[in-house]
Antibody
Framework: QVKLVQSGAEVKKPGASVKVSCKASGYAFRNYGIVWVRQAPGQGLEWMGWISTDNGDTNEPQRIRDRLTMTTDRSEGTVYMELRSLRSVDTAIYYC??????????WGQGTLVTVSS | VMTQSPATLSLSPGERATLSCRASQSTGTNLAWYQQKPGQAPRLLIYAASTRATGIPARFSGSGSGTDFTLTISSLQSDDFAVYYCQQYNTWPPALSFGGGTKVEIK
């Protein structure tokens, strides 16, 4: 069955970087892109970006483009999301999801990233 | 920008729920709906505005196109009380935008 398993919770200081992994299994990895979505405490869902697992192309909102890097390791079936220059407002649960062209049909379990001094 | 209304819907089990989602510009039928319960990841309900995802009960239905969309739950079950999000997307490269959510709570 399709599974997306994310790395564990992180606590970071302001200004630091965090790297979250998302390991996919149960399907042809290169056939589906991966999206990242975050959710601040008590808030709604916010799209962070998309990466092609086939060729590594990415797309992300302008507001976060200079702080976000998404990469893929096709040999491991894993996607990584690195966010730099962390601020307290980046405290959130970060989800990866399989993008099936029309929707996010499978989601990871989420990774809590806490930014605190 | 996606705008959902109402922010909260208070209903009793067995009642019909009607949730709205409005896009600031036409998105065709590039619209999905998700359900999220506390402490869980979102779950896909509807894609392409009106197609139920695998395993989603028939009481969930989606409609609309262009800028106005609706998610209807025909008869609320206890398991349906949750937060619902709409999500619009651009086809290429993929770019997503979520609405602010509608919480369906027990009256």
């Amino acid at each position: 069955q399709v599974k997306l398993v994310q790395s564990g919770a992180e606590v970071k200081k302001p200004g630091a970087s965090v790297k979250v992994s998302c390991k996919a299994s149960g399907y042809a990895f290169r056939n589906y892109g991966i999206v990242w979505v975050r959710q601040a405490p008590g808030q709604g869902l916010e799209w962070m970006g998309w990466i092609s697992t086939d060729n590594g192309d990415t797309n992300e909102p302008q507001r976060i483009r200079d702080r976000l890097t998404m990469t893929t390791d096709r040999s491991e079936g894993t996607v990584y999301m690195e966010l730099r220059s962390l601020r307290s407002v980046d405290t959130a649960i970060y989800y990866c999801g399989r993008w099936n062209v029309r929707a996010v049909d499978y989601w990871g379990q989420g990774t809590l990233v806490t930014v605190s001094s | 920008v996606m705008t959902q209304s109402p922010a909260t819907l208070s209903l009793s089990p067995g009642e019909r729920a009607t949730l709205s989602c409005r896009a600031s510009q036409s998105t065709g039928t590039n619209l999905a709906w998700y359900q999220q319960k506390p402490g869980q990841a979102p779950r896909l309900l509807i894609y392409a505005a009106s197609t139920r995802a695998t395993g989603i009960p028939a009481r969930f239905s989606g409609s609309g196109s262009g800028t106005d969309f609706t998610l209807t739950i025909s008869s609320l079950q206890s398991d349906d009380f949750a937060v619902y999000y709409c999500q619009q997307y651009n086809t290429w490269p993929p770019a997503l935008s979520f609405g602010g959510g509608t919480k369906v709570e027990i009256k």
